[in-house]
C-alpha cells in the first residue's frame, strides 16, 4: 500500500514522504489514526503543502540545531505542578508542559512532537528528557518538576 505520512513516523519517515508499507499497517494503523492518507495523483499535490509546513517548523539546519541544542544544555527548567504528600503527581507532565516551561525559562520555542520523555514523569524532582532537533542533533535536557 501506498501512503502519504502526514506526521512523522518513527523509523518510517518525516510528513510529505512517500512510503510503501504492508496493507494491514497502513489501514489498520496509519490511516485511521491521521499519520498517513492513501497515495493518489491528486495527493500528490498535497505533499508539497505538508512539505512547506513542516520546513517552516523545522530548525533550518545542522548548524542551527546546534546552537539550540547549546542553548538548552545551558537552560534551568523548573516545572510546577499539583502533587501529593509523598511527591506523587496528580497525573503525569506532557511534552507541551515541558515546552511551555522551555519557553517561560527563556528557552526557544519547542514543537512538542519532538520532545521524547523515556518514562512518563508522574513524581517530584529532577527528569532528563532528549529533544530531536534536528535527525542528527538529539538534545538533552533536565526538567525539574517542583509541587506547587
Known sequence: MKLILTTEVSGLGAPGD???VKDGYGRNYLVPRGFAIRWTRGAESQIASIK??????E???LGSAQEVAGRL???KVRLRTRAGEAGRLFGSVTTGDIAEAVKAAGGPQLDRRRIVIENAIKSVGTHRISVRLHPEVVAN???EVLAG
Open 141 to 143: 535536557l533536565d526538567v
Open 59 to 61: 530548525i533550518r539546519d
Open 73 to 75: 544544555g545551558g537552560l
Open 18 to 20: 512517500v512510503v510503501e
Open 52 to 57: 512547506n509546513a513542516r520546513a517552516a517548523r
